[in-house]
């Protein structure tokens, strides 16, 4: 029997899709350091752990559609931390950001119609694309500028009559590019010029460096018809199995349709938003120290990219991603050879092949990213065994 188109056409993850060599070199006895995947170290708070603990109902009941009353109200506060004023009613949580991102595609778009994205881009976009019948249209930005966007014509050349959407990821996944206030407000007004919708990924708000802003696409004056944004707790509180996250529209005839999608799966899981909502009254120093963890992270990957020869690479202003262009033709079979032929001290590296998060056939093949997700010394070994392997590759292929 068949299987269905998309079933046939989703891309595998190429985060997860090496797996097996890395599991297979496990097995062998060899250490892998996982900078593939942004699963961070940090621990999750204890307050969102106490919750899981403390739960006490005798009946773990269905909750509304729209996720807890107590949670929403929690997160209009969270919001208004960062200049961002919305009420209960422009918030519908998620099961994760995931849901949040496939509800505003499948709310927005009908099947064949169109999503421009800047690529290198978060690479379940593509998959969220398939399962809702959409195109992602891929709108290229480089490495040696440090993937910033273009200019305004070379985003208004990708409209045409399919498109409904650009979609932002800001700060980056991959890239940890941030964007300025200028570039968010333009993507706006060419959002608007055109009557299409601006989605915007806020996940990694919090994960900002070197004294940069973050800007929101709610941040835009007279933009409220147009602006969907989605977020997550996973990365903010390091709480990836938590599952939780939200979209939100100030557009009540798109927030109307998206609850009826939300009423079709029933509930956000109820414990997790418990968990995630003790987190909202955290104090500011919880994120502070993050934020200083991560980028002490990032400045060593960086230095330690800086040593390799012909390497191209700017330093991200945000999240905890870096991409790097390597003077090797393929850096999955780089990736692959590290997990298979190569180590020190019986420890070696797994990184994300960059060619994944591209949609354009052809480009990232010679990149990866690195999630700098790992303790500082761990991530010193890491990255000592990544350029002393990628000198040794180069000098035998």
Not at 2 to 25: F, H, N, V, W
Request: charged content about 20%; overall charge negative; glycine content about 6%.
């Amino acid at each position: 029997m068949d299987l269905s188109k998309r079933a046939l056409e989703i891309q595998a993850s190429p985060i997860r899709k090496l797996m097996p060599y890395a599991g297979t070199a496990k097995r062998k006895g060899v250490s892998v350091y996982h900078l593939n995947i942004g699963q961070p170290d940090i621990d999750t708070p204890e307050e969102m752990i106490r919750v899981y603990h403390e739960f006490s109902e005798k009946v773990l009941a269905y909750g509304p559609s729209q996720g807890l009353d107590v949670y929403r109200h929690s997160l209009v506060s969270y919001y208004a931390k960062h200049n961002i004023n919305i009420d209960e009613s422009d918030i519908i949580v998620t099961t994760a950001g995931s849901e949040a991102i496939i509800f505003a595609m499948l709310v927005i778009c009908n099947e064949g119609e169109e999503v421009i994205v800047p690529e290198p881009f978060y690479t379940n976009y593509n998959g969220f694309a398939t399962m809702t019948s959409i195109n992602i249209k891929p709108l290229t930005t480089y490495a040696e500028n440090g993937f910033q966007l273009p200019n305004d014509a070379t985003i208004e050349a990708l409209i045409g009559p399919k498109t409904k959407a650009i979609m932002l990821c800001n700060p980056g996944n991959p890239t940890g590019t941030v964007y300025s206030q200028e570039d968010i407000f333009r993507v706006a007004a060419i959002a608007k010029k055109h009557d299409i919708f601006v989605i915007s990924d806020e996940v990694y708000r919090e994960f900002i460096y070197d004294g940069a802003v973050h800007t929101s696409i709610m941040h835009v004056p007279d933009f409220e018809d147009n602006a969907v944004l989605v977020d997550s707790v996973s990365k903010r509180y390091s709480a990836c199995g938590a599952r939780i996250g939200c979209i939100i529209s100030k557009n009540k005839t798109l927030m109307e349709a998206t609850l009826k999608f939300a009423q079709a799966r029933l509930c956000p899981p109820t414990i997790d938003q418990l968990a995630a909502n003790a987190c909202v009254y955290l104090d500011d120093s919880y994120i502070e120290a993050i934020q200083q963890e991560y980028q002490k992270r990032r400045d060593l990957v960086f230095d330690q990219l800086m040593q390799i020869p012909d390497v191209v690479c700017r330093k991200p202003e945000g999240a905890f991603y870096i991409v790097v262009k390597l003077p090797i033709a393929n850096a999955e079979d780089f990736v692959i050879w590290l997990l298979t032929e190569f180590s020190i001290d019986n420890e070696t590296v797994m990184a994300a092949p960059a060619e994944g998060f591209y949609a354009t056939p052809g480009l990232g093949r010679d990149e990866l990213r690195l999630a700098y997700i790992l303790n500082e010394q761990d991530l010193t070994k890491a990255m000592t065994i990544f350029r002393k392997g990628l000198a040794e590759y180069i000098r035998t292929h």
